[in-house]
C-alpha cells in the first residue's frame, strides 16, 4: 500500500506548525526538503548523532531550543538544551567532550531571564563535565523572535565497545525503558495558561549518559539506544523500525505511565506513547543480556524505573503493534503532528 | 488510576467476552453512536475479539465529522478577514475545506486559535476589545451547555466582539433518521455516554419504543463497551427494546437539567445540515432571537462561500454504517491523516483515522 500522495489535495506551499513536531510531517519535510537541499541520500538513516567522517569515534550533534516557557516544572530552555545535546551524542555511545551555545535574543528579554538561562545551561554542563567552549550571541528586533531561542552544538567520543545505531536492531532484541513516559510533554502543556489545568508533574529532563555508561559492559549486544523526545515513544520506535527494517512488539501493560500523565492524557486526548519525553532512553539489546542490562539500568538512580516493554520481531519492516490493554493488537502509528508546538 | 484502571482490566475483559460469547446465539449488529466510543473498539481492538457474529457499525457521533462544509468554509472566510480571531477546538483545524483548511490559513497570516473551552474565547474578546472573536461552535448535546453559558458570560460582560458560529446538533434525531432508512442495518444502539450525561435518556424512550430498538447508554473505556454490547445482546436475544443504563456511574434518566436549562436559554431547536448525511428535521441548535446579535452569521458577510464535497469521499456512508472506511477507494493512499479528503479521517472521533491510526488495511475490492 502506497502511503504518498501524488496530487496533493489542498496546497502544502508553506511551512506548517506540525513540520516541526518530530512526527510524520517532519519526516516528511526531511526527507522531501532538508535531505535533497543539503545533497543527503534520501533513505540516510537518521540518527541522533552523525559520527565523524576521518574519525568515527567522535560524534557530533546539534539541536535547537524553542520551549515556551522559558521556566517549566522540572527545568528551563537552559538545562534542556544542555541535556538534549549530551542526551543525542549518548545515543550514540558517546561521552560529551565539548559543546558550543548560540543565543539568539528577542529586543526587550529582560537581561535577568537572559542570565538565569544561561546560568543555568553553565551550571548543567559543568555538573556534566561537559565544557562550552564556543558561543554565538545575536540580538533580533522585538517581534522577530519570541524572547529567547537556545542552539547547542556538542561533539563527544564513542565509549570504546559502543557502537549503537538505529539500524542495528535485530528479531529477538530485547526492547527496554529506561523510566516513566509523558512527564515532559504533559508538564509544558501544564503551563498553557489556555489549558487550564494544574499538576504536580514535572519534566523529567535530565542527562543520560551515565545511563548510557551503565550499559557499556554489553558491548556490541547493546544495538541501539534513543530518547524519544519529540513525537514521544511512538516516533522513536517507529523510526528505529523504520531503519532496521524489523518489527518491534511492545506491551501497552508494561508501559510505565505515571498516574498524573495518564490523566492528563485522557483529559486532553492525548496518547502517552506520542508525548514528549527529555529523561529517558529506549535501549534495544541482545536477548541474551536483556535481563542483566535492566539490572544495570536499575542500579542507577535515572534508571530505577527501567522496565522492559517489548521484543524485536521478524514481522514486517517498519511495524510497530502494541498488545492493547484487553489482549488484541493494534499498530502504533507514527504520530502525525504534535498541535502544541515548542516543547523543546 | 482511580476510576480508569478499574475500566481497562484485562482480567475483567476476558470475563465479559466470556459472558458475551455464551450469550449470542444468532448474529446481530449494534451501532455504536459516539466517535469516543469507535476509537476505544478500534484502539484496543475490541471489535476484532468479539464473538464472531457480533458486528460493531460505527455511527454518526463524530461532531468534527458531521460539521457541514458549508460551515467550515465560512469560518475560513470570518477568518480570512482582517481584524478577526476565529477560536476552535483543535480538531476542527485540520478538517478540509472546499479549497483550504484552517491550519493552512494560519500559517499565512490569520489569526487561528486553538482553545479547550469556549469560555477562553470569552476570554481573548475582553482581551482583545478591538478584534471580532468569533468561536466555532460545534458538537453534541455535550458542548451545547458550555457554549450557552460563554453566551450568556459575553452577554453579561456586554462584548460586543464576541460571536458564535453555531453548528450544534442532536442525537436522538439522528438515530430516528437511521432507522427510519429502509436500508437500516441496526438492531441496536449504544448511546453516548457523555451526550446522556447532560440530557439524560428520557429523549431514548419513544425512539426505543416505536422502532423496537434496544439502546444501551455506555461508557467510553474498554470495559464499558464490553458490558454494553453484553447488555444490547441480552436484550436482542430475549425480544426487548427498552433504555438501559450501563453508564450509571455518570448518568441518570433526567441528566444535568442545570446545564439543560441553560441550553434552552441560549439555543432553539431547528433543522441542522449534517455533513455527509444531509438535513434532518429539528435535528440542530440555533440561538434564540434573543441572543441573536452573538450570531456570527449575521455579523460577518459570507454569503457568497460556495461549498464543493471531494466527490471520492465516502464520509456520508461511513457516518451511517453503511460503509466501513476500508472500503473506501481512497483510505490510506489519497486519503489520510496528514491528507485527508473528508472529516473522519481528521477527527480523533472520527471513524476512518480510527481505522487509519489503528493500521487497519483496505479491503480487498470484490468486483
Known amino acids: 500500500m502506497s502511503f504518498t500522495c501524488p496530487t496533493p489535495h489542498h496546497d502544502q506551499e508553506t511551512l506548517l506548525l506540525g513540520h516541526g513536531s518530530g512526527g510524520q510531517l517532519t519526516a516528511e519535510l526531511l526527507q522531501d526538503l532538508v535531505l535533497p537541499a543539503l545533497g543527503a541520500p534520501p533513505d540516510a538513516v537518521l540518527e541522533d548523532a552523525a559520527l565523524l567522517p576521518g574519525d568515527t569515534n567522535l560524534a557530533l550533534t546539534t539541536d535547537s531550543f524553542v520551549v515556551d516557557p522559558l521556566v517549566f516544572p522540572g527545568g528551563d530552555i537552559g538545562s534542556l538544551s544542555v541535556h538534549g545535546t549530551v542526551n543525542d551524542l549518548a545515543m550514540r555511545g558517546a561521552l560529551p567532550t565539548g559543546l558550543s551555545l548560540a543565543v539568539i535574543a528577542e529586543e526587550g528579554l529582560p537581561l535577568a531571564d537572559l542570565r538565569s ?173 536483556a535481563d542483566t542490562a535492566l539490572k544495570a539500568l536499575r542500579r542507577m538512580p535515572e534508571g530505577a524505573e527501567a522496565v522492559r516493554v517489548g521484543t524485536v520481531t521478524a514481522g514486517a519492516p517498519g511495524r510497530v503493534e502494541t498488545l492493547t490493554l484487553v489482549g488484541s493488537r493494534r499498530i502504533v502509528d507514527m504520530p502525525l503532528g504534535e498541535q502544541l508546538p515548542r516543547i523543546c | 488510576m482511580k476510576y480508569l484502571d478499574e475500566y481497562r482490566d484485562p482480567v475483567l475483559a476476558c470475563s465479559l467476552l466470556g459472558q458475551l460469547t455464551d450469550a449470542a446465539t444468532r448474529p446481530w449488529r449494534i451501532m455504536e453512536v459516539c466517535g469516543g466510543q469507535t476509537h476505544t473498539l478500534i484502539r484496543q481492538g475490541i471489535d476484532t475479539l468479539l464473538p464472531a457474529g457480533i458486528r460493531m457499525i460505527h455511527g454518526p457521533g463524530c461532531p468534527v465529522c458531521v460539521t457541514p462544509l458549508e460551515t467550515l468554509d465560512r469560518a475560513m472566510a470570518i477568518a480570512a478577514q482582517p481584524g478577526t480571531v476565529l477560536a476552535s477546538f483543535g480538531d476542527m483545524l485540520r478538517v478540509p475545506g472546499s479549497s483550504t483548511d484552517l491550519l493552512a490559513l494560519r500559517a499565512r497570516g490569520a489569526d487561528v486559535r486553538v482553545v479547550y473551552t469556549p469560555m477562553d474565547a470569552v476570554r481573548l474578546a475582553r482581551e482583545l476589545p478591538d478584534r471580532q472573536v468569533v468561536f466555532l461552535a460545534v458538537g453534541f448535546e455535550t458542548t451545547a451547555p458550555a457554549n450557552a453559558m460563554a453566551v450568556l458570560q459575553a452577554d453579561r460582560l456586554g462584548l460586543v466582539n464576541f460571536s458564535l458560529l453555531v453548528s450544534h446538533v442532536l442525537v436522538p434525531p439522528a438515530m430516528t433518521a437511521l432507522l427510519e432508512d ?47 454490547i453484553l447488555m444490547a445482546v441480552r436484550q436482542l436475544e430475549l425480544g426487548q427494546y427498552h433504555v438501559e443504563n450501563q453508564y450509571v456511574r455518570a448518568v441518570s434518566r433526567d441528566g444535568n437539567t442545570e446545564a439543560q436549562r441553560a441550553v434552552e436559554r441560549v439555543f432553539t431547536v431547528t433543522d441542522r445540515a449534517w455533513r455527509g448525511i444531509g438535513t434532518l428535521a429539528a435535528s440542530g441548535l440555533e440561538l434564540t432571537s434573543k441572543y ?76
Open chain 2, 292 to 367: 441573536a446579535q452573538f450570531d456570527a452569521n449575521r455579523r460577518f458577510d459570507v454569503s457568497g462561500v460556495h461549498s464543493e464535497e471531494d466527490p471520492e469521499c465516502i464520509a456520508g456512508a461511513v457516518l451511517t454504517g453503511a460503509a466501513l472506511p476500508t472500503d473506501c477507494t481512497a483510505y490510506g493512499t489519497r486519503c489520510t491523516p496528514r491528507s485527508p479528503l473528508g472529516a473522519p479521517m481528521v477527527s480523533t472521533e472520527g471513524t476512518c483515522a480510527a481505522f487509519h491510526t489503528a493500521g487497519r488495511p483496505r479491503a480487498r475490492r470484490s468486483s
Open chain 2, 182 to 228: 429502509p436500508d437500516c442495518e441496526v438492531q441496536a444502539f449504544l448511546a453516548a455516554g457523555h451526550v446522556c450525561t447532560v440530557m439524560g435518556w428520557r429523549a431514548y424512550e419513544p425512539v426505543a419504543a416505536r422502532h423496537r430498538v434496544p439502546i444501551v447508554v455506555t461508557g467510553f473505556e474498554p470495559l464499558d463497551l464490553l458490558e454494553g
Open chain 1, 117 to 289: 538561562a544561561l546560568k543555568s545551561a553553565g551550571k548543567t554542563a559543568h555538573q556534566i563535565g561537559v565544557p562550552i567552549l564556543a558561543g554565538d550571541t545575536k540580538v533580533v528586533g522585538r517581534g522577530a523572535a519570541d524572547r529567547l531561542f537556545l542552539t547547542t552544538t556538542g561533539i563527544g567520543r564513542r565509549i570504546p565497545g559502543l557502537a549503537p545505531s538505529a539500524a542495528l536492531a535485530r528479531p529477538g532484541d530485547a526492547v527496554l525503558l529506561s523510566g516513566p513516559i509523558g512527564l515532559h510533554g504533559t508538564a509544558i502543556l501544564s503551563t498553557r495558561e489556555s489549558l487550564g489545568f494544574e499538576s504536580t508533574i514535572a519534566s523529567d529532563t535530565r542527562p543520560l549518559h551515565r545511563l548510557v555508561t551503565a550499559l557499556a559492559e554489553f558491548g556490541a549486544a547493546v544495538h541501539t539506544l534513543r530518547d524519544p523526545t519529540r513525537g514521544g515513544v511512538a516516533a522513536a520506535l517507529n523510526e528505529i523500525a523504520r531503519d532496521s527494517r524489523v518489527s518491534i512488539e511492545i506491551e501497552e501493560s508494561a508501559l510505565p505511565v505515571p498516574p498524573a500523565v495518564a490523566a492528563a492524557c485522557d483529559l486532553l486526548g492525548l496518547d502517552p506513547l506520542t508525548v514528549a519525553n527529555e529523561g529517558c532512553l529506549v535501549a534495544f539489546v541482545a536477548p541474551a543480556v
